[in-house]
């Protein structure tokens, strides 16, 4: 490997460690997204320059926050307009929110909590907090960030403006929210991790089951908030939930990329070392204090990982984790879980008896999975004509390419047995 690729190799792994706490701190700094952005960028073209002829720093971190900084205060010297309006911004953001004391700062570890409240503020659209959240935090570029939503680029990068307009226009302060704040906002930094997680596990639409990518950045971003949030059980709860989750990577398709169901999994293939990091996080995140809805559902899913199939599962208590979770967070979407853990405890015809209970629910029309479910309860059953009508409902709604293969193969095999 020659200097330059050496130096590119070694921007790229800063860039990726250090990006957002560099554009965290610069945010706090000046007040402003976008300038923080430029500058950042500005600072990583410069080290692609410097560092081969140079060499990396022994603090490259530093050296990008120094780089950063010098060309900000130069870029508000030349612009005295800008420089102004953000001075004023600053006065209006002191008054609204006083700066905590210094004893309260040394207890903040890093300056990327607040962008992660900032990114995921209530008063933007879920869709601009998560593609803020990946823009800003997870560092993807803004056409990374439009494959990852499957929106053209200038839509995405319209997408982008628009919240940080919004955050201009609203004073969104660039600031942790205050004790009594966070209980209410924390669930919604924790929505936008697990939606982009939850995309990355199963794709919406598209060629693939899963998309990697996405659900080792939610990951990664999980890890940074448990670092940040330590005493946050729940925020232990979603990086367990992930990680026992994603443990299965590697199983859940063949070799072709093909669907490969949670019953014919090798299970050798699972990530042991996932499973016991998820399992040992699931403890912390259900002692001290009533669950949380992650970790409930991170205990289901270790209930998964730990048995040595299906069969030996412990569907008892899935089921009674699932009545916890029907308690905290009730939705027709944990219902429909619930109906099928059922149907592996007591046979198929209860499971189907509590899916049909659930056939007017408005958010289960168009849901595959619903269907999906339904069409492999009336399977099992025996009840071939019924499940290939369930089947080709599933495949009007059905998002990926795999899946869509999967399920015309099991349509094919009912309507054979019928």
Aim: proline content about 6%; charged content about 25%.
């Amino acid at each position: 490997m020659d200097e330059r690729a050496a130096a590119g190799s070694s921007v790229e792994s800063v860039f990726r460690e250090e990006r957002g706490r560099l554009l965290a701190s610069l945010v706090r700094r000046f007040g402003d997204l976008d300038l923080a952005e430029e500058v950042t960028s500005e600072a990583i073209e410069a080290a692609l320059v410097h560092w081969p002829v140079d060499g990396v720093p022994a603090r490259p971190g530093a050296w990008l926050m120094t780089t950063a900084r010098r060309r900000a205060v130069d870029r508000l010297r030349r612009d005295q307009a800008y420089a102004a309006r953000l001075a004023v911004l600053q006065v209006e953001s002191d008054r609204a929110d006083p700066a905590p004391p210094a004893d309260a700062l040394a207890d903040l570890p890093d300056d990327r909590l607040q962008l992660f409240f900032t990114c995921t503020h209530p008063a933007l659209a879920d869709e601009d907090r998560a593609a803020l959240t990946l823009r800003c935090l997870a560092g993807l570029t803004t056409p990374e960030v439009a494959r990852a939503f499957l929106v053209p680029t200038a839509t995405m990068a319209q997408r982008i403006v628009r919240a940080k307009k919004k955050i201009r226009q609203a004073r969104i302060p660039f600031r942790v929210p205050g004790a009594d704040e966070l209980p209410d906002r924390l669930p919604g930094v924790l929505g936008v991790i697990y939606s982009i997680f939850t995309e990355g596990y199963a794709a919406s639409s598209g060629p693939d089951l899963q998309r990697l990518d996405l659900a080792e950045e939610a990951i990664r971003l999980a890890r940074i908030l448990r670092r940040l949030l330590p005493a946050e059980r729940e925020v232990a709860g979603l990086l367990a939930l992930m990680l026992l989750i994603h443990a299965r990577r590697d199983a859940r398709t063949g070799p072709g990329g093909e669907l490969v169901l949670l019953d014919d999994q090798d299970r050798s293939h699972w990530d042991r070392a996932a499973i016991e990091e998820g399992g040992a996080l699931v403890v912390v995140a259900l002692t001290g204090g009533p669950p949380g809805v992650y970790g409930v559902q991170a205990a289901i899913a270790a209930l998964h990982d730990e048995a040595a199939d299906v069969a030996s599962t412990d569907w008892p208590q899935v089921v009674a984790l699932y009545d916890v979770l029907l308690a905290l967070a009730p939705s027709p979407v944990v219902a429909l879980n619930r109906a099928v853990a059922v149907a592996m405890r007591d046979g198929p015809e209860a499971g189907l008896t509590l899916l049909d209970g659930l056939a007017g629910e408005a958010r289960l029309r168009g849901y595959h999975p619903y269907a999906v479910a339904r069409a492999d309860l009336l399977q099992r059953l025996g009840r071939f004509p019924e499940a290939a009508a369930a089947y080709r409902m599933a495949l009007e709604t059905v998002g990926t390419d795999s899946e869509r293969e999967h399920l015309r193969r099991r349509l094919d095999e009912v309507e054979r047995a019928g």
